[in-house]
């Protein structure tokens, strides 16, 4: 049984997964767990892509990486993606979403994405791909949408998924 729970910080690049992230971890003392540097880490890549210019991360070997580790909760993963970790891993998935594009876009642009990648990524936000992703993945009652466009929405987020924590603290507590 584990003492913390463990929540999927997930939305299209550029939604500010990782600022939420170290932001929670700080103030809540959940680990953050950066799948992107999990991956580096422990290689756990299949293969680079030339035309995303992005590794390919093979979800097996990235599992049984921290599987050990999330396994006794308190984690925060950060990733682009939610539905390669088996339901029983996770107790709370906040989809973060940016509806104003122009926002997205500006984000994205300043990391330097190529045009391609980048029409990739904003379309994935207009279609709603990823809190698709995480309804079909996950039962509803722990899927969240929560917008991340504002400095002010980073903050409500924050108090809004401690709270979430301190609850199911109380509630799992024996």
């Known amino acids: ?59 097996d070997k990235l599992l049984d990486a921290i599987e050990d580790e999330v396994l006794q909760g308190g984690y925060l993963i950060d990733w682009h993606a939610c539905d390669m970790f088996p339901k029983s891993w996770i107790d709370l998935v906040v989809v973060l979403r940016c509806p104003e594009t122009s926002i997205l876009y500006d984000r994205l642009s300043s990391r330097g994405y190529h045009e391609e990648k980048l029409q990739e990524n904003l379309d994935a936000e207009i279609f709603g791909v990823l809190l698709e992703e995480a309804r079909e993945s996950y039962d509803e009652e722990i ?9 002010d929405d980073v903050e409500a987020n924050c108090a809004r998924i401690s709270q979430w924590v301190e609850n199911w603290k109380q509630q799992h507590a024996d």
């Open 143 to 151: 899927v969240v949408e929560l917008n991340s466009e504002k400095d």
């Open 1 to 59: 049984m584990r003492a913390a729970p463990n929540v999927i910080i997930t939305g299209t690049p550029g939604v500010g997964k990782t600022v939420h992230c170290e932001q929670l971890a700080q103030e809540i003392g959940l680990k953050h767990l950066s799948v992107n540097q999990v991956a580096k880490d422990r290689d756990c890549y299949e293969e680079y892509d030339e035309e995303r210019k992005s590794w390919v991360v093979d979800d």
